[in-house]
């Protein structure tokens, strides 16, 4: 099994795309004026670091993922400090399976702000997809200590126990992520982890 084929894509993105977005992108795939608006050149006035980064969040989640690249090297060539560039530059090269770039980006993320738990979660999703199943569980507990009030971290650290055969610790973990995302009135998050409890 894929590590990545079991978690949705706002667990993988982490915080920086949210499933709102996502139903939103699938919406906007059918829209030929997004189409129209990701090929126009952005306005001198408006060439800053966020328009570009926002582009590039486009071409993400229209899986453009070249554009995308283009898009958040133009935003870190204006402003090499824009961490959320790092993270969604990290999300593409994993995303084209190229982890070790993914983690140079997730790296550089943390290098500028060692508290960010989006970088966390996708260095460790990362971490994860190699088999490196120590550094994700490292990265996993990390985050868990920054924010433990949050459910992805305790569903992917979960994910990896199963992967190592540690069956308790992914049912305490899932359940935990699903506590959390009842509470949270996070319904779509909360009922697919049901489903996975009720399949270990």
């Known amino acids: 099994m894929k590590y990545l084929d079991k978690i949705p894509i706002a667990l993988f993105v982490g ?12 919406e906007l795939k059918q829209n030929d004026k997004l189409g129209e608006s990701l090929n126009q050149t952005i306005p001198l006035e408006d060439q800053d670091a966020e328009a570009y980064y926002n582009r590039g969040l486009d071409y993400f989640m229209l899986q453009q993922y070249d554009r995308a690249l283009a898009e958040f090297n133009q935003a870190l060539t204006i402003n ?27 790296n550089q993320a943390l290098t500028l702000n060692p508290q960010l738990v989006d970088a966390y979660i996708n260095r ?48 305490k973990d899932w359940e935990k992520a699903a506590s959390l995302f009842q509470q949270q009135n996070n319904i779509q998050l909360y009922q697919f982890i049901q489903q996975e409890l009720q399949q270990l």
Do not use: C, H, W
């Not at 400090?81 to 983690?103: E, F, H, M, P, S």
């Not at 994860?128 to 992917?156: E, F, R, T, W």
């Open 80 to 106: 090499p400090q824009l961490v959320d560039a790092y993270i969604n530059r990290g999300n593409t090269y994993a995303r084209l399976q190229q982890y070790d770039k993914a983690l140079t980006e997730f």
């Open 124 to 171: 460790g999703n990362t971490y994860a997809q190699l088999q490196q199943y120590d550094k994700a569980l490292a990265d996993y507990n990390q985050m868990i200590a920054l924010n433990p009030q949050d459910g992805v971290a305790y569903y992917n650290r979960g994910l990896t126990y199963y992967e190592l055969g540690n069956i308790s610790q992914t049912k």
């Open 15 to 26: 915080g920086a795309i949210t499933l709102g977005q996502i139903s939103l992108a699938d």
